[in-house]
Every structure is written in C-alpha cells, then in structure tokens.
C-alpha cells in the first residue's frame, strides 16, 4: 500500500513535469532534465543496489595555514603561512608557503593578512609566477584585508601569497591574524 502511494506519487510528478514541459517551450531543456531526475528517482527505487552509481571520490585536497609571527618576506617571495592547521593531501607546504595542486580541477583560495600599525603592505596572488590580483592596504593602526579567488589549476600548478617588495612586513603572532586556505571545488 505504502509503496502503491510512493508509485503514484512519482507518476504525478512525472505528469505535472510533462505538463510543464508541453507549455513552455523556452524552459524545455531544464523540464527534460526534470524528468529525466524523476525516472532516474524512480528506477533506483526499483533496483537499490543501483543507489550510488558516483564514481569513487578521490580525496579533495584541502588546506588552511596560520601566520604564527610576523614575516617581511623578500621581493616576490611567498609568506610562509607556517601553521598548517588542515592539509588534506598535503599540497601545501608550510615551509614554502607554496601550494601545489595534487590534482586538477576548479579551486578556491582564500586569504587574510594584516598590516603593521600605520605602515602599507602590498600582497598579490600568484600562480606560478604570474600575479592574479593584488591587495593594497595601510590603516593609522593594523589593518586586515582578506580577498578570495578561484583558479581552474592543472596538476603541479603552484599558488602562493606573495610580497610585492621586502620593505613590506606581515603582521602576526600567537593569535594568528594571518591565513592561507584553498580547497578544489570541481574537476
Ligand atoms: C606551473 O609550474 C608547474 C611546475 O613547474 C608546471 O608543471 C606548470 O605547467 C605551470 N603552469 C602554468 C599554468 O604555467
């Protein structure tokens, strides 16, 4: 009885998709895929051992590293986010300051760094040697600013947060004001 309801459930949405399908023309492609979710629905209920048909999931590498100390790195040198606090998949290493994607696909970064009090710091994102956006900043006291990217990466491609010039310093300490993270979002 239960599943008769179920049935008849699915064939009523699969006959309002229909509908919808016959009197819009524009949206036509984004109603097949309906449907075609809906029988996919209904099929897998059929046959459960046919549930999960994803491939296996590699790991997704994952990082987020913590500035412990203040750094004035050299020209176009990377800040060494020296405290790793997630590497999954170790493509960041907290020596270098550098990450390395283990695989290819669509990542995200992200980052903070702050000034010291009343002095400018000039930071940029780089992939491989090429600068991808810049961060200007200098406050009366410290200032933070934080910027966000996404990178679609191959496999051995490096991305660091670099200074623009040695006369920049990072401000931090034990509270770690600092941060370096990125994650893949798709392959
Ligand atoms: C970045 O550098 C790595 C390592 O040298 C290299 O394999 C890769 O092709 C480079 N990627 C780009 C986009 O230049």
């Not at 629905?41 to 790991?59: E, F, G, H, I, Y």
């Not at 992200?110 to 009090?117: G, L, P």
């Not at 990466?153 to 509270?175: E, F, P, R, T």
Request: hydrophobic share 35%; aromatic share 8%.
């Amino acid at each position: 009885m239960k599943l008769t309801n179920y049935y008849t459930s699915i064939l009523t949405l699969l006959l309002m998709a229909e509908m919808v399908v016959g009197t819009c023309e524009s949206d036509r492609k984004l109603d097949c895929s309906l449907l075609g979710d809906l029988l996919e629905m209904a099929m897998k209920q059929k046959s459960p051992d046919k549930v999960c048909q994803c491939p296996r999931r590699t790991k997704i590498p994952a990082f987020s590293a913590m500035l412990t100390k203040s750094q004035t790195p050299q020209t176009n040198n990377a800040i060494k986010f020296d405290k790793a606090v997630t590497n999954i998949g170790n493509g960041y290493n907290p020596t270098t300051g550098i990450f390395t994607a283990p695989i290819g696909g669509i990542y995200h970064f992200t980052y903070t760094v702050m000034s010291k009090a009343g002095k400018y710091l000039v930071v940029y994102l780089a992939l491989n040697n090429t600068k991808q956006q810049t961060t200007w900043l200098k406050g009366s006291s410290h200032e933070t600013a934080t910027t966000s990217i996404i990178l679609n990466l191959k496999k051995g491609d490096q991305v660091a947060v670099k200074s623009a010039d040695g006369i920049y310093s990072v401000h931090s300490d034990g509270n770690m004001y600092c941060s370096f993270s990125g994650y893949l979002i798709a392959q």
